[in-house]
């Protein structure tokens, strides 16, 4: 059984309620590794009033307990969602576990809680040193996101040859796919040169890439607002969007549910569930209807 | 019954074809008034090889005809659709039809006839002197664009306060819906401040819009890459994109087959179909398919 490491995200959101609710599922496929206290599990569990399932294999964090308030942003909280998140690192860093699997956490109480780093990605990027690819997606579609968290008027000047053949070569390094969609940036890829010039930039990168990798492993580029019609969604289940709202607004539409997010080219493998902490349901013993993200996620890890 | 000027659109694409093989079934809805001259007509019917509908009233272009190449780029053909929107916008202007109804025009065929505009929308912009909303959909929801062909690195600069505003109140003036959703314009419509501060004009000018009419017509900002999931769908049918591909991206992807273009705020009221000229199937007689855009227009003008 492939070993997982578990942070627990912001333990006053929905994290440990998919935790404790989905232990005896998901324990038959993969070997759950939790990253928190016996004591602090003990307090999550009394709020939600479940019993907690036997077998669940623990890692310490030695970190101070705290009272849950369900919904609330607490630096306390927010402390304990990163040590949660560095011992998972730790883990797989000390090739104890073969992935790491990420619930939310509230990014607010990392800033509060004086966190440097705006989220996961953002503190394994400064880790490993190196800017991971973000992919989300689900087993009907992948969108890989060549920009990301960056105010929209910046977007343009992210499109850069060198970065771009960087990052197809190591998107394709990472999924090993052929027949990746690669998407424009202007309305209509630029309509032949008549709305910006950087669809050419694009065009000429994943011409190179294709020459360096002797196939045409790379479609594009494609325009933007008919990138995921029926018809091109049969036709490839790899994407590449050059930024976040380009990709995820059309994935979301269609699969807001089911989405994970996967983290490419780290040295270690990480995968997370596709949805915040949702406070205003947190503690509720509501979550069986949205456990499609964090089981989507464990299905990726299985089978990859 | 409501009086429509059709324009047929680039001759060498599959315009004419929608509009020979659905006459029948729209002239029991609408009186519908077809901008070609005859003998043209006769030149593409014998090309398609099929009869000339009885009853189609035509509206003199006294043009020039030429010979139809299917799917080909061509000046003749290019001046031929400008001036059969020409004339449609004629017939609006001296009320002598309640709306216009454009088939798809090619915009190099344009641009090589020396015409000075990019489409449709941009010389209805000139003629008018003012500027059109172009909103996109279909009855399971539109979007109106803030911005549209313009390339991506402009579209902060455009979210400006007054132009926000006006933009609001013109669009509720011809919609006079309530509960209208407005898009941010950076990922997460800039959380909280950390990604952009345009996010922040959007609400201004939303807040500001809301007070004038008293009421809250307009909702927002509504984070672009969740605004379209299922459940926001069920709460709201227009929608306000900030820029062409947040908003036609998504909408693509759910309607791309049902869709169609209005222009909002002009002296005139015109419907489009929301496809090009399709000139890979233009004249192979294969269109049934590919009426959905046109016949939708239609019942757009025939319930409003």
Same mark, same amino acid.
């Given at each position: 059984? !492939?070993? +997982?490491?578990? $942070? ?12 404790? !609710?989905? /232990? ?51 630096? =306390? ?9 560095? =011992? ?8 104890? *576990? ?7 956490? /509230? ?6 809680? $004086?966190?440097? @780093? ?16 973000? %992919?989300?997606?689900?087993?009907? %579609? ?12 910046? *977007?343009?000047?992210?499109?850069? @040859? ?48 294709? =020459? ?31 930024? /976040? ?14 989405? +994970? ?6 040295? +270690?493998?990480? *995968? ?21 993200? @964090? ?10």
């Amino acid at each position: 059984l !492939k070993k +997982i490491a578990i $942070s627990v995200g912001d333990l006053n959101g929905i994290g440990i309620e998919l935790i404790l !609710k989905n /232990h005896h599922l998901i324990s038959n496929k993969c070997e759950p590794i939790y990253c928190i206290d016996k004591d602090m599990l003990e307090i999550c569990a009394n709020r939600l009033n479940v019993d907690i399932p036997e077998g669940m294999i623990l890692e310490n964090i030695n970190s101070d307990s705290f009272d849950i308030q369900p919904g609330t942003i607490s630096i =306390k909280s927010g402390i304990y969602s990163f040590k949660s998140f560095q =011992k998972a690192i730790h883990l797989a860093d000390t090739k104890n *576990v073969d992935y790491i699997l990420t619930m939310p956490i /509230h990014k607010k109480a990392w800033s509060d809680a $004086s966190i440097l @780093y705006k989220g996961h990605t953002d503190y394994l990027s400064f880790v490993y040193n190196k800017k991971a690819i973000m %992919m989300l997606g689900c087993e009907e %579609m992948y969108v890989a996101l060549f920009s990301d968290h960056i105010p929209l008027k910046d *977007v343009s000047n992210t499109i850069k @040859y060198e970065d771009l053949k960087e990052f197809l070569l190591l998107f394709y390094e990472n999924i090993n796919e052929k027949n990746i969609a690669v998407l424009g940036v202007n309305p209509h890829s630029g309509d032949n040169g008549v709305i910006g010039f950087e669809d050419n930039i694009i065009q000429q990168a994943i011409d190179d890439v294709n =020459k360096i990798l002797g196939e045409n492993t790379f479609v594009g580029t494609i325009v933007p607002d008919v990138a995921f019609t029926k018809s091109n969604r049969q036709k490839y289940k790899y994407f590449i969007a050059m930024y /976040h709202d380009q990709g995820l607004g059309p994935l979301k539409t269609l699969y807001f549910d089911e989405s +994970i997010n996967v983290s490419l080219g780290l040295p +270690i493998k990480r *995968v997370s569930v596709d949805h915040g902490c949702a406070f205003d349901i947190a503690y509720n013993n509501n979550i069986v209807k949205n456990s499609k993200s @964090y089981l989507n996620a464990l299905e990726y890890v299985l089978y990859r």
